[in-house]
T-cell receptor, first 111, second 115 residues
Framework: RKEVEQDPGPFNVPEGATVAFNCTYS??????FFWYRQDCRKEPKLLMS???SGNEDGRFTAQLNRASQYISLLIRDSKLSDSATYLC????????????FGTGTRLKVLA | DADVTQTPRNRITKTGKRIMLECSQT?????MYWYRQDPGLGLRLIYY???????NKGEISDGYSVSRQAQAKFSLSLESAIPNQTALYFC??????????????FGPGTRLTVL
């Protein structure tokens, strides 16, 4: 079992739709969590950090559920420009201090 | 100008050749990382460095070596390239504040093909 798991998709949604992705992690000692966006053959870029209380940035909402060990990303009012791969990233912290990347969830927003 | 740069951007080489990938950053960050990305496997950490005198192996360091020449420069070497090292390589940096502010900033990547 991978330490960080994501549904690879693709999620094909029409413009204006709401879409949600989950990411599960197995290390209960994980300390920080992020969503990155990666366009085809480009570098990953931080979309948002994920805080314990949940956080929102415009059309994007991130949630953390420590009890069930998953994080989620909700995108409202999808735009064509949201088409990309979304990477879940977990920092183990405490000692190893390494980031573990999920393999990504691919989103296609259709006109 | 980009904050994190990588050279070369693309490289095709032959089995057994020595290859060096270079990374430079102008963000003033202490921490630098080398990853490789393969389809279906996500990004995997090769080496990381928390400052000039600190080098640590990541999960897949075999066949690779690194050098932290200065705070701003971190190079990755493949001493004798093999075909399964064909991948997209990313350099990244982060500051040392830690926690949720410990964002990683990636370079544009180097596409390496080993024939």
């Amino acid at each position: 079992r991978k330490e960080v798991e994501q549904d690879p998709g693709p999620f094909n949604v029409p413009e204006g739709a709401t879409v949600a992705f989950n990411c599960t992690y197995s290390n209960s000692a994980s300390q920080s969590f992020f969503w990155y966006r990666q366009d085809c053959r480009k570098e990953p870029k931080l979309l948002m950090s994920v805080y314990s209380s949940g956080n929102e940035d415009g059309r994007f909402t991130a949630q953390l559920n420590r009890a069930s060990q998953y994080i989620s990303l909700l995108i409202r009012d999808s735009k064509l420009s949201d088409s990309a791969t979304y990477l879940c990233v977990v920092n183990r912290g405490s000692g190893t201090y390494k980031y573990i990347f999920g393999t990504g969830t691919r989103l296609k927003v259709l006109a | 100008d980009a904050d994190v740069t990588q050279t070369p951007r693309n490289r095709i080489t032959k089995t057994g050749k020595r290859i060096m990938l270079e990374c430079s950053q102008t963000k003033g960050h202490d921490r630098m990382y080398w990853y490789r990305q393969d389809p279906g496997l996500g990004l995997r950490l090769i080496y990381y460095s928390f400052d000039v005198k600190d080098i640590n192996k990541g999960e897949i360091s075999d066949g690779y070596s690194v050098s932290r020449q200065a705070q701003a420069k971190f190079s990755l070497s493949l001493e004798s390239a093999i075909p399964n090292q064909t991948a997209l390589y990313f350099c990244a940096t982060s500051d040392s504040l830690g926690g949720s502010t410990d964002t990683q900033y990636f370079g544009p990547g180097t596409r390496l093909t080993v024939l």
